[in-house]
């Protein structure tokens, strides 16, 4: 394996669908794949901690501290020098370890198996997932309409 250049923007999508992922659902496709034997040096275990999650009134007013979330984190390396890092909702250490391995592996020429075994099924159960709940949001939608009277 050798580490490729990548866009920031490609790593912080699959970052997202990683850390989103249901836990059971990427532990099982991790499980099937090629890369489920893959040994990694731990840089910095599965750790679990909190993080202040902030928010804004409407979207665009100022911040301010809503609350504290549960987070896991994990760092390591792949034999290649190639590090992965992830940062997971939860106290799953295992989504961690295995998020952060497969942040590692797309930075390698293996990224496009990657993306066939893993992230491939993760983005596709994602977007239905997504289109579902459009649907059902769509069902409750409203028209508002003004008949123009004639008194004016």
């Known amino acids: 394996m050798t580490t490729v250049t990548i866009e920031n923007k490609a790593r912080k999508a699959w970052m997202s669908l990683l850390a989103k ?3 059971t659902r990427l ?3 991790w499980e099937v794949s090629r890369f489920s034997a893959l040994k ?3 840089l910095r275990a599965p750790e679990v901690g909190a993080m202040m999650v902030q928010g804004r009134m409407g979207g665009t007013g100022a911040a301010f501290n809503l609350g504290e979330m549960t987070v896991t984190r994990c760092t390591l390396k ?3 020098g190639t590090t992965g890092h992830s940062m997971v909702q939860g106290r799953d250490k295992q989504h961690a370890r295995i998020a952060a391995v497969t942040d590692a592996l ?3 020429d293996q ?4 993306q066939d075994e893993i992230l491939g099924h993760l983005a596709a159960e994602a977007g239905a997932k997504a289109a579902m709940r459009a649907a059902k949001a769509a069902g409750t939608k409203v028209e508002f309409f003004t008949m ?3 008194e004016d």
């Open 111 to 114: 990224a496009a198996d990657v």
């Open 78 to 80: 792949l034999p290649c």
């Open 21 to 23: 992922a249901p836990p």
């Open 40 to 42: 990694a040096e731990l």
């Open 27 to 29: 532990k099982e496709l």
């Open 106 to 108: 797309m930075q390698t």
């Open 148 to 150: 123009v009277r004639g």
